[in-house]
């Protein structure tokens, strides 16, 4: 004979309903909680990026470094787009969201402290 709580949940029905919905239930908290650290990381990121004052020689070596072999190397583009005037076209925290997250492949995401960043940022905005 059990008396376990496990056992009275196999034999009613109702109850192994409720624990299968009490698991998916944590489980969308975790991933929210997941989700809305890894945002507020990002956040901070692009916030002390923008704080600093990025060095245009130091980011066209980044660029020249990391970036040529797609967007070429007067940044007219090759793979991917021709870059000059970007900064009309998308805001600082735009630009930066997309060398940070990799979301439009086949550009990758990069790994990249905020000073460097904004060493790349400044660059792009002398490409006019
Ligand atoms: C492997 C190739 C590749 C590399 C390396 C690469 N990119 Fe890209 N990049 C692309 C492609 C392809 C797109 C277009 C993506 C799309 O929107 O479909 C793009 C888009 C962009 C855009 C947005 C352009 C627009 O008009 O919306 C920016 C800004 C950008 N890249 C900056 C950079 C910077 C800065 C680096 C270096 C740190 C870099 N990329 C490295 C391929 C690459």
């Known amino acids: 004979m059990t008396t376990s709580s496990s056992s009275a949940a196999d034999k009613n029905p109702k109850l192994k309903i409720w624990k299968k919905y009490l698991i998916i239930f944590v489980i969308i908290i975790f991933i929210v909680a997941f989700l809305s650290f890894n945002q507020q990381e990002t956040d901070t990121f692009i916030m002390k990026t923008l704080e600093l004052k990025g060095s245009v020689e130091d980011g066209d070596v980044l660029f020249k470094m990391n970036c040529v072999g797609c967007h070429g190397i007067t940044a007219r583009g090759l793979v991917g787009p021709d870059l000059?005037?970007?900064?009309?076209?998308?805001?600082?925290?735009?630009?930066?969201?997309?060398?940070?997250?990799?979301?439009?492949?086949?550009?990758?995401?990069?790994?990249?402290?905020?000073?460097?960043?904004?060493?790349?940022?400044?660059?792009?905005h002398t490409l006019n």
Do not use: A, C, W
């Open 84 to 124: 000059h005037s970007i900064t009309n076209r998308l805001s600082d925290i735009e630009i930066i969201k997309q060398v940070v997250q990799g979301r439009t492949p086949p550009m990758p995401s990069f790994e990249i402290d905020s000073q460097n960043m904004s060493n790349l940022l400044r660059y792009l």
